[in-house]
């Protein structure tokens, strides 16, 4: 099983600051099967960027992915308040789909 | 668009069965992708729990390999969770995603929380 390691477990950040969040994995993971949810307060996840680069639809283009192998990152260029909220990895290239334990973005 | 509502009871006792629903409208799941479920416990993180084709293939957790089931009825367009001997540890926010191979868990129902307490 792969375990995938989000740093930080939270950010403090003011609206227009940027945030670089970061994901490790145990074993490298193929960038096609890598991706972040956005999970904000009583609502389900919602896919941000799947393919380690790749925006959803709909997902602004302050939200940007990147990284292969054991590491990934996701960066927000200037904070809205709508994303403070917890962010997730997750790979899928492996039949156990694993997540990373969330870095909360907060005020 | 494609939308996922699960659905079951509210409150299970431990030692029984957990049954959940979800029903899948604006997208046939005989079309395929694989069909996913996810819980999440009060103030933790995401767990995957297992995903499964229209066609049978199944991958489960193995952390829970032995007490859940995944079924998909591809003539009501739903698919069912059944977890065996449920504790409190599995109470949680319960979650059904359509799993896509190369974009992840793209559509996600709202959830439904499920407590386990006699």
């Known amino acids: 099983e792969i375990v995938l390691t989000q740093s930080p477990g939270s950010l403090s950040l003011s609206p227009g600051d940027g945030a670089t969040l970061s994901c490790r994995a145990s074993?490298?993971?193929?960038?096609?099967?890598f991706a972040w949810y956005q999970q904000r307060p009583g609502q389900a996840p919602r896919l941000l960027i799947y393919?380690?680069?790749n925006r959803a639809t709909g997902v602004p283009d302050r939200f940007s992915g990147s990284g292969s192998g054991t590491h990934f990152t996701l960066t927000i260029s200037r904070l809205e308040p709508e994303d403070f909220a917890v962010y997730y990895c997750?790979?899928?290239?492996?039949?156990?789909?694993?997540f990373g334990q969330g870095t909360k973005v907060e005020i | 668009q494609v939308q996922l509502q699960e659905s079951g009871p509210g409150l299970v006792k431990p030692s029984e069965t957990l049954s959940l629903t979800c029903t899948v409208s604006?997208?046939?799941?005989?079309?395929?992708?694989?069909w996913a479920w996810i819980r999440q416990s009060p103030g933790k993180g995401l767990e995957w729990i297992g995903s499964?084709?229209?066609?049978?293939?199944?991958y489960t957790n193995p952390s829970l390999q032995s007490r859940v089931v995944t079924s998909v009825d591809t003539s009501k367009n739903q698919l069912s969770l059944k977890m065996t001997s449920v504790t409190a540890a599995d109470t949680a926010v319960y979650y059904c995603?359509?799993?896509?191979?190369?974009?992840?868990?793209?559509?996600w129902g709202p959830g439904t929380l499920v407590t386990v307490s006699s």
């Open positions: 997750q790979q899928y290239g492996s039949s156990v789909r694993t």
């Open positions: 499964k084709y229209h066609s049978g293939a199944t």
């Open positions: 604006g997208y046939s799941i005989s079309s395929g992708y694989y």
């Open positions: 393919g380690a680069s």
């Open positions: 995603a359509r799993d896509t191979p190369y974009s992840g868990l793209d559509v």
């Open positions: 074993q490298s993971v193929s960038s096609s099967f």
